[in-house]
Structures are given as C-alpha cells and as structure tokens.
Nanobody
Framework: QVQLVESGGGLVQAGGSLRLSCAAS????????MGWFRQAPGKGREFVATITRSGVTTSYADSVKGRFTISRDNAKNTVYLQMNSLRPEDTAVYYC??????????????WGQGTQVTVSS
C-alpha cells in the first residue's frame, strides 16, 4: 500500500510560479514511476506529467511542455512539479499518482487527495 500527500498549492497571479510536492509512504518509493494529473472545475481529470523510477525520463502533456518540470528525490520519497509561467487555464486540483509511467489514469494504482492551484488573471 502507498499513501500520497500533496502540498504546495495556492493562489498565484498569471505568470507566476508554484512548486507542488507529493510525499509518499508505505512502499519503496524508488520502485514506483509517478505522475501528476489535474482536474479543472467542470472538466475531467487530465494528464500533466510522468516520471520513471530513476527520474531520468519524463513526459509531459503538450499544454504544459516547456513550463512545468516533474522531478523526484528518492531519498526523500518525494516527487515534485515545478510550475512556471502559470496561466488561468492551469487552475485545477492537482493530483499525485503512483504506479505507472503513462498518461492513462487507469494504469495508476495509488492517488493522493489533491491540492488546489488557482491562477488569477
């Protein structure tokens, strides 16, 4: 079993930055690929970014490519999402997930509770 707890969300102006963190416990964190997803009001949950076990390889949704960076620190059992040049359309609840290196939600076994990110114009 894996427990995931996100933090770092908040209110930021357009063009600003935030760094989200996801702390994992329960299983060996370094054995799990990880991902970030988001869900905007009235919309379905969508893929944001994913990272392999080692952290060497990453993949991003086109909408965030060049602005967001996913990384991990296996010694701290934590995965990060650095978000720069934020836009109002990035407003959403952001979820951390564990268990796959993929854009498909169905392949992830574990999910956090989410953290709210609000970008004002």
């Amino acid at each position: 079993q894996v427990q995931l707890v996100e933090s770092g969300g908040g209110l930021v102006q357009a063009g600003g930055s935030l760094r989200l963190s996801c702390a994992a416990s329960g299983r060996t964190f370094g054995s799990l690929p990880m991902g970030w997803f988001r869900q905007a009001p009235g919309k379905g949950r969508e893929f944001v970014a994913t990272i392999t076990r080692s952290g060497v390889t990453t993949s991003y949704a086109d909408s965030v490519k060049g602005r967001f960076t996913i990384s991990r620190d296996n010694a701290k059992n934590t995965v990060y999402l650095q978000m720069n040049s934020l836009r109002p359309e990035d407003t959403a609840v952001y979820y951390c997930a564990a268990g796959a290196y993929d854009s498909r939600m169905s392949l992830y076994n574990y999910w956090g509770q989410g953290t709210q990110v609000t970008v004002s114009s």
